[in-house]
């Protein structure tokens, strides 16, 4: 017996090894094409925005302080944003404050948007050059950041909401910061 | 009630399968002639089984009949009647059964063409194919059923990804998979090998077949998906070094070298445990492919969908094969006997050598192809590993490996004449510099221009030094023309196999240089009537036709009118589709050919002013990629129709 001849199959089972523990992590919902974010855990960034209706209030930095916020930047002009926007309807008074940013977009586009699909938002800003959305760190809309009462932005959703990621990602995140 | 039967014979198919795979071994083991016999008669009732499963999921398909989810699913009633038979294979659980099928065509090919083959060799060789089968049916019948019924049944499907609708691609998973399970042939006979501990001469003569018609088939498979990308995605580029093509590639090179050292083994009885290594590892690397598209560990721009339930039951048939015939070469390589022993400078040395190369080629491209999975399992990040890596390492191991293809067919068996080779060499060395340098001064003579003409020179070297090889073999212009005439007519067509395959491989290369050097394109907004100057050609935007009806999409027509010096040279009409069902984007390149550079067209979006964002590229000697790819697989069938590679022709008695 030679011990060379182990080489390929102790090779080939520390593969296997890893095979299994990449599948185990698929199954804990680890997609291994998963974007994390870099803001994760940082302050939110520096923004002060004018309110998408003249005469409503705008919101700034400081005004995230205090309460859980969802900040979720849409666009009248993003298909995506038309299919998240029910789930959206029903996020009243889960126990955090829906802030929507209007991203690169025109205010009448935007306004009969939500004339003919209702207003789920707490509080509508607009975020007309892009600007704040480059400081969060937009891939593309729709992109939502759960941020906490110190204002640091603790959950990214890349992407839409579906009723799965509502259940098992944002509620609990919620349920955590609320605490 | 056609489902149903096709249901039924799978199950049947894998308690026949049960019976192949044991039978057999035991009847081998007691020396019991009836009982080894079970095996070729198992082969031929599994494949008939698995044939009226596989052709009742077809008739499925043909019939539309939506009552079955996996047609519900894949297919739709306004598609051409090419795509919906094309629909059996283009979704997880049916390209499986293709696989089985296949599986089941090799065995029973085995069971009626090996009748030349020791008996007890034949029976354990069925009986390892038939524990893949085994495997594999399991995973079908438990995991992918494709007969699963709806109830009630749609009106009509979801239809084909469109992307899968397309010549090119609807025949391309049936030549992937003849290769891919190709390899099983070699891989049982090493296994049976191994159970028996002998490994001779008549053993490499009869796995040679097997794994040329599994190269070729693989060859063609990979030659196809690359053409299919190179006009359906879009860029004008036929490698991308994504996963799923790394996943046909790697059992390719396996494969390769197994050819060359199965050459060792039948001519000078040595190299035997590394054959034998070979066998197993294109055979795992082909299961692995299978493994790493389905299981989604890596991420891949076309796959299918990641179902870890899948993988997990996947991975336990990987570890039982690959883990279960690695330990197997463990304990029994060692004791196979070494025959002939060579000088490093000798036709082995050289076959050797292009074994390593290729082999570190290989795990070089399993490691980048499989590094993003390690780096994010031991945190160090999320990283995706892209074409520079892969060209930075794979293009350094080539050139060697090239160098010494033209000069290990001169060298001689044992102990060879490295300098007789190399002046013998003088004439493709004089080419190989003469190309270089032409290709250089012809392009500016400056530095960057250098890689090209490497490539160019690499090229004649092997090109010429092939002919050269074949110019001695029949002694031409040393003697009367007549006798080198004869000569060439008795050559083996083993001989002709191997040169003209390595001269197709310098006639890829030449298209890979071009490709990767004087590739140009230019993309921007044309407005109809507008005209671009690439490499040449004047190419006129005519205009842009919308809402073509196809049978199951609507289409944007660009014209193009192509001109070089105000002549006319080509009418070019690319495509920009919409698909029905499911809705999905799709480009169509349009591509005009001279067999030495492609002009290629793809039309993108309105900029809602009028104009149209369009890409224009002129790709050099990209042609050359797939006339070689094709040549080689030429050059392979040559090769199969030797005598002497006539499947089950040679007998153990009369050779050794």
Not at chain 2, 621 to 649: E, Q
Request: charge should be positive; proline fraction near 6%; glycine fraction near 10%.
């Amino acid at each position: 017996m030679r011990p060379t001849a182990f080489l390929p199959v102790l090779i080939f089972l520390v593969l296997a090894g890893f095979f299994g523990y990449r599948l185990v992590m698929i199954g804990n919902g680890d997609s291994p094409s998963a974007i994390p974010s870099v803001m994760i855990d940082k302050p939110a960034p520096q923004f002060d925005l004018p309110p998408l209706y003249d005469g409503k209030a705008g919101l700034a930095t400081a005004g995230l302080q205090g309460q859980v916020t969802l900040v979720n930047f849409f666009a009248s002009w993003c298909i995506p944003c038309r299919a998240e926007h029910p789930l959206l309807s029903g996020l009243t008074g889960k126990g955090f404050v829906l802030v929507g940013v209007n991203y690169k977009d025109k205010p009448e586009d935007a306004k009969a948007w939500l004339d003919r699909l209702g207003n789920p938002y707490d509080v509508l800003v607009a975020d007309r050059q892009g600007q704040t959305g480059i400081d969060f760190g937009v891939y593309g809309v729709p992109e939502s950041y759960l941020i906490d009462k110190q204002g640091r932005i603790r959950f990214k959703q890349t992407g839409p909401f579906t009723p799965e990621t509502i259940e098992k990602d944002l509620l609990p995140w919620v349920a955590e910061l609320n605490k | 009630m056609i489902p149903e039967i096709g249901h039924y014979t799978l199950i049947l198919a894998l308690f026949v399968a049960i019976v192949q795979a044991t039978v057999p071994l035991i009847g081998a083991a007691r020396d019991d002639r009836p009982w080894m016999e079970v095996g070729r008669t198992a082969a031929l009732a599994q494949f008939l089984l698995v044939a009226i499963s596989f052709g009742a999921l077809t008739w499925s398909y043909v019939t539309s009949d939506f009552s079955v989810s996996n047609v519900f699913e894949n297919s739709h009633t306004d598609k051409p009647m090419l795509y919906k038979i094309s629909g059996v294979w283009g979704n997880h659980e049916g390209s499986m059964l293709l696989w089985v099928f296949i599986l089941a065509v090799y065995g029973m090919a085995l069971a009626s063409f090996g009748r030349n083959l020791p008996p007890a060799l034949r029976a354990r060789a069925l009986a390892v194919q038939a524990m893949v089968s085994v495997g594999f049916l399991a995973f079908i019948i438990f995991t992918s059923d494709p007969f699963t019924r709806l109830d009630p049944a749609p009106l009509n499907g979801k239809g084909l990804n469109p992307l899968l609708q397309d010549p090119g691609l609807a025949f391309h998973p049936p030549f992937l998979y003849l290769g891919y399970v190709g390899f099983s042939m070699a891989f049982s006979f090493a296994i049976a090998a191994l159970i028996e501990g002998r490994v001779d001469a008549a053993w490499a003569r009869w796995v040679r077949p097997w794994t040329l018609v599994a190269w070729c088939f693989l060859t063609l498979g990979i030659a196809m998906g690359s053409w299919w990308a190179y006009y359906t995605l879009g860029w004008g580029g036929w490698w991308y070094w994504d996963p799923t093509e790394n996943a046909s590639f790697m059992p390719w090179l396996a494969g390769t070298a197994l050819l060359h050292s199965a050459i060792v083994v039948e001519k000078r009885d040595t190299l035997k445990a590394w054959t034998i290594l070979l066998a197993i590892f294109a055979f795992s690397l082909s299961l692995l492919g299978t493994f790493i598209v389905r299981s989604g560990i890596v991420t891949s721009v076309h796959s299918f969908a990641a179902d870890p339930t899948r993988g997990t039951f996947i991975l336990g048939l990987l570890v039982l094969v690959i883990g279960g015939s690695l330990m197997l070469f463990a304990f029994r390589a060692p004791s196979l006997k070494a025959g002939g022993l060579f000088t490093p400078l000798s036709r082995e040395g050289a076959l050797l050598l292009n074994n390593v190369l290729m082999s570190t080629a290989c795990g070089t491209v399993l490691l980048g192809t499989l590094y993003p999975m390690f780096a994010d399992a031991l945190n160090l990040g999320k990283v995706s590993v892209g074409p520079p890596f892969f060209n930075a390492v794979f293009v350094p191991l080539m050139i060697p490996m090239v160098a010494t293809m033209a000069l290990g067919p001169m060298m001689s068996w044992r102990r060879g004449d490295l300098g007789g080779a190399l002046s013998r060499l003088k004439l493709a060395f004089l080419m190989a510099l003469v190309a270089g340098m032409a290709s250089w001064l012809l392009h500016g003579g400056s530095v960057k221009d250098l890689e090209a003409a490497g490539g160019l020179a690499l090229a004649a070297w092997l090109f010429v030094g092939t002919l050269v090889e074949w110019a001695e073999r029949i002694k031409l212009f040393q003697g009367p023309l007549a006798e080198s005439f004869d000569r060439a007519r008795r050559l083996p067509r083993a001989a002709y196999g191997m040169s003209i395959t390595h001269a197709a491989l310098a006639v890829v290369i030449v298209g890979i240089t071009g490709s990767a050097a004087w590739t140009t394109e230019k993309i921007q907004v044309m407005h109809p009537g507008e005209t671009v100057s690439l490499a040449g050609y004047d190419l006129t935007l005519n205009g842009v036709e919308d809402g073509i009806k196809g049978p199951n999409y609507t289409a944007s027509r660009a014209s193009f009118t192509a001109r070089k010096g105000g002549a006319w040279v080509a009418d070019m009409s690319p495509e920009k589709r919409l698909y029905t069902m499911p809705p999905r984007p799709t480009t169509d390149a349009a591509i005009h050919t001279n067999f030495i550079s492609d002009l290629y067209a793809v039309v993108g979006d309105a900029d809602g002013k009028g104009g149209y964002v369009t890409r224009l590229y002129h790709n050099t000697l990209v042609p050359w990629i797939f006339i070689g790819a094709v040549i080689m697989v030429f050059g392979g069938m040559v090769s199969l129709t030797d005598r002497r590679h006539r499947i089950g022709a040679p007998s153990r008695k009369r050779n050794v």
